[in-house]
């Protein structure tokens, strides 16, 4: 079945002051405590008492912190932004929407300040989020990670940008920052700022103009100083799994950009770009058979095999996030070759396990796991029948229980699942 404050680097006048049965998943709603959150059945719509308990554990989570360890990469910052930004077009709950401009505030926030930040590798203060601790040997460490928090804060803007109803309403959680007291200045912020990190700092140093716009790590001496790993690669194609960290900055920046009609070059530049990487990811797939069904070997990057099933998660993500736009003439056909590898492939039926690579295997102490990385769970929107879905969800709600990245997956496959046949979940929060 398919489906379908800190440094910021802007000026100082933004910073005054700085297989599931309903029984598994009602046993597991009545066991959870008050702060857990819930999924009351597989199927059917998205309820109230889910989005609440989604609700209420978002409104404690804090948002401070830096981008030490990528924290607003793929850190509990980065992955709430996401999280939040899910459940906000399940619900187009007011107030969830909010929680995600706070996690996106504090992101910008976080930004590298090009007056008084931290010099990066390339002898300026970029606009970037540097990813070690300020002390540490290689604290001029900024890269392709930046793409992503990039993604999550023009995630934020876009779903603002998509509800033009609230654009003259004030942000009910204020503006400490600065950025824009009502939600459309609030948008038009993240929109201008984003634009600024990925032309000064991304498209220079990761997007290969004599390559076909592919992602390459920089081939320069300062880039290498950073230590032995930049200077053997310099020039490599960068990860897949850093892939979909760059072209989500600029996917989310070009569907913000057709949305406001400003500025179709940038646009059309945007969406060339991720294709031209997308199709080089898909151009490297090693196809082969399983139990009559066609599944996929690839690697961390381009070249190899046996990716691990963490970083293969972030391939998946960036996959079937371009497949969901539409811009990129992928094959539905190759996503179900996807779907197939994690049913047959990556999911061992015997032991009820999920393997640590996308081969099957789980080498060394790198054991099976019991569930699957969150983003994984996106692919069963392409399996041919509802059973990789059951699957996932019953290994997954565990985990989403306090974990709001997978319980937003679980909650939007369930919504999408439900769909067209009953409207979205109403706007259930106060304004």
Not at 156 to 183: E, M, R, S
Not at 222 to 241: D, E, I, Y
Not at 395 to 403: D, F, G, H, M, V
């Amino acid at each position: 079945m398919n489906f379908r404050t800190k440094s910021t680097g802007m000026t100082e006048r933004f910073f005054p002051h700085a297989i599931v049965l309903s029984a598994v998943f009602a046993m597991g709603a009545l066991s959870a405590s008050a702060a857990d959150m819930i999924i009351e059945r597989p199927d059917g719509p998205v309820t109230t008492n889910e989005i609440g308990s989604f609700k209420a554990f978002m409104q404690i989570q804090p948002d401070e912190g830096d981008n030490n360890h990528n924290h607003w990469v793929y850190g509990n910052g980065g992955k709430n932004i996401e999280a939040l930004g899910l459940v906000y077009e399940i619900s187009r709950d007011r107030e969830v929407l909010n929680q995600m401009i706070r996690f996106a505030d504090a992101a910008l926030a976080a930004r590298n300040n090009p007056t008084n930040g931290r010099m990066i590798w390339t002898g300026k203060r970029e606009l970037a989020w540097p990813n070690k601790p300020a002390d540490s040997p290689d604290a001029a460490s900024a890269s392709s990670e930046s793409g992503d928090v990039i993604g999550h804060i023009g995630y934020c803007a876009k779903l603002i940008l998509q509800t033009p109803a609230l654009w003259p309403d004030k942000v009910a959680i204020g503006d400490t920052n600065g950025f824009g007291a009502n939600y459309h200045e609030r948008a038009l912020t993240y929109v201008r700022e984003m634009d600024r990190s990925i032309d000064t700092f991304i498209l220079p140093n990761f997007v290969s103009t004599t390559d076909s716009n592919h992602y390459r790590w920089p081939d320069t001496d300062k880039f290498g100083a950073l230590g032995p790993r930049n200077q053997t690669g310099r020039g490599k194609p960068v990860p897949w799994n850093q892939h979909t960290m760059l072209s989500c900055g600029l996917l989310r920046l070009a569907e913000c950009h057709e949305i406001l009609g400003d500025d179709p070059a940038r646009v059309k530049r945007f969406y060339d770009i991720v294709g031209a990487n997308m199709d080089w990811f898909v151009g490297d797939l090693h196809p082969y058979e399983r139990d009559g069904h066609t599944v996929y070997d690839w690697g961390y990057s381009l070249g190899r095999k046996s990716e691990d099933v963490p970083h293969g998660g972030y391939d998946i993500w960036g996959l079937c996030r371009a497949f969901e736009s539409g811009k990129f003439n992928i094959p539905a056909n190759t996503m179900t070759n996807f779907a197939n590898t994690l049913r047959y492939v990556i999911y061992d039926s015997t032991n009820n396990t999920f393997a640590m690579r996308v081969d099957g295997r789980s080498p060394g102490t790198k054991a099976a796991r019991n569930s699957i990385p969150a983003s994984w769970t996106l692919l069963s929107q392409y399996f041919p029948n509802d059973d990789l879905y059951h699957l996932v969800v019953k290994s997954n709600l565990k985990p989403a229980k306090t974990a709001p990245l997978d319980d937003a997956f679980l909650l939007y496959l369930k919504h999408r699942r439900h769909l067209p046949s009953v409207a979205t979940v109403k706007d259930i929060s106060p304004k």
